[in-house]
């Protein structure tokens, strides 16, 4: 493989350039160096992305009801500019272990897949990608490339039950989506081991669904799974306000625990926030509010440090978001600004920019910058951040 633009082989270390160009042992070595740069918090770092993220689509088949796509009627509908891709191939793919397909869409609505498919087998590049599940088994024309790229697949399901599912993700059927996981865990488990992708799972927690947690971590240990992210709904939108947690946190607590007590019994594997903080009962002694009854005060933790240890931000050292004309975005949390375009400064003098040294140098302080104080990694609870991370209404 020969670089799009010979002038990067003088900017490249020397662990670098010593090595074949887009080899999987030059990838190995790009990785080497990204984690070493991001162990001593580098603002100007040697390696490139490690993972990449393409919008090539922020188009959907469904409309969930908390999703901006839906919520947001002027929610654009784009898919990535042939150039921008071209582009993102020539220069990052080299790099790269992994690329995922869209961020903000059903990647398997992206335009060309098949040829991209391609692209990522010619690169020595695996495919990671987040989906509904809708369209997973009916592809077929290049379902067996798909499964033969793939490293990782998460399907995005809310609900264990066909009417609760169905009344999250509008314009999916449960049992349909429930046969095509089905249909995949068995084509998975009858490819070699080592080439076998690993199959997550995301679940959203609100009012609606927590309940349904046990019994999805049931369904997913029949799948066969690897993990199940849970994730807090994100209230963004006053319409949401009735299906946040936060207003019934004992509630969810109760069902939370009970998730984690299933997932032990089968083995299956968890990733979940913390319980909620419950209001602190009244003391003897304490004030009254003037009828007699103690104030009700919520014990609120203070927020949790941002320097590591336990706090440990891979984005800013290893991943980047690609939108669809270029815009180079460092990940995936919301609000997150877009650090320039790759199509008018060029990758390399972004990703070693002003801005991105600026969010490295900050982050593991008492004071990130920008939209980071606000992070998921940095606030896995709702109790500990504020409007501007989890809104309260």
């Not at 009012?207 to 963004?236: C, Q, S, W, Y």
């Not at 984005?315 to 008018?344: Q, T």
Request: overall charge negative; charged content about 25%.
């Amino acid at each position: 493989m020969q670089p799009a633009d010979p002038t990067i082989l003088d900017r490249l270390p020397p662990e670098l350039q010593e090595l074949e160009f887009g080899s999987p042992e030059f990838k190995d070595m790009n990785a080497r160096l990204a984690q070493q740069d991001e162990d001593a918090c580098a603002p100007v770092i040697r390696a490139m992305p490690t993972w990449i993220n393409l919008t090539g689509t922020t188009v959907c088949n469904l409309k969930c009801f908390m999703c901006n796509q839906f919520l947001d009627p002027d929610s654009p509908k784009w898919f990535m500019k042939d150039e921008v891709y071209e582009k993102v191939v020539n220069e990052l793919y080299p790099f790269a272990k992994t690329v995922q397909f869209s961020a903000f869409g059903e990647p398997l609505m992206t335009p060309g897949m098949e040829s991209k498919l391609d692209d990522l087998e010619r690169t020595n590049t695996k495919l990671e990608m987040v989906t509904n599940g809708t369209l997973m088994m009916r592809e077929s024309k290049f379902r067996e490339k798909l499964l033969k790229t793939l490293e990782l697949v998460t399907f995005s399901m809310d609900g264990a039950t066909r009417d609760t599912y169905n009344s999250v993700r509008t314009g999916a059927e449960f049992n349909e989506v429930v046969d095509n996981i089905r249909r995949f865990a068995e084509r998975r488990m009858e490819m070699p081991e080592a080439a076998r992708p690993k199959m997550n799972f995301n679940y959203i927690m609100m009012k609606r669904t927590v309940a349904e947690a046990p019994r999805f971590v049931e369904m997913v240990h029949e799948f066969g799974g690897d993990e199940i992210i849970f994730n807090h709904l994100v209230a963004f939108h006053p319409s949401l306000k009735d299906e946040n947690l936060g207003t019934c946190k004992e509630f969810a607590n109760e069902h939370m625990d009970r998730t984690r007590e299933v997932a032990k019994e089968l083995g299956v594997r968890l990733n979940m926030p913390p319980n909620f903080v419950l209001d602190a009962p009244p003391t003897n002694g304490a004030a009254t509010n003037g009828n007699g009854a103690a104030p009700s005060a919520e014990s609120k933790p203070s927020a949790r440090p941002c320097g590591p240890p336990p706090i440990k931000c891979w984005f800013l050292w290893k991943r980047v978001y690609i939108g669809v004309n270029g815009e180079v975005v460092p990940c995936c949390l919301a609000g997150i600004p877009h650090f320039g375009s790759m199509m008018d400064h060029g990758f390399w003098e972004i990703w070693n920019g002003e801005t991105y040294q600026t969010y490295r140098k900050h982050v593991f302080t008492e004071n990130p910058h920008g939209p980071c104080k606000n992070c998921y990694l940095i606030y896995p609870s709702p109790d500990q951040t504020d409007a501007e991370g989890y809104e309260k209404f």
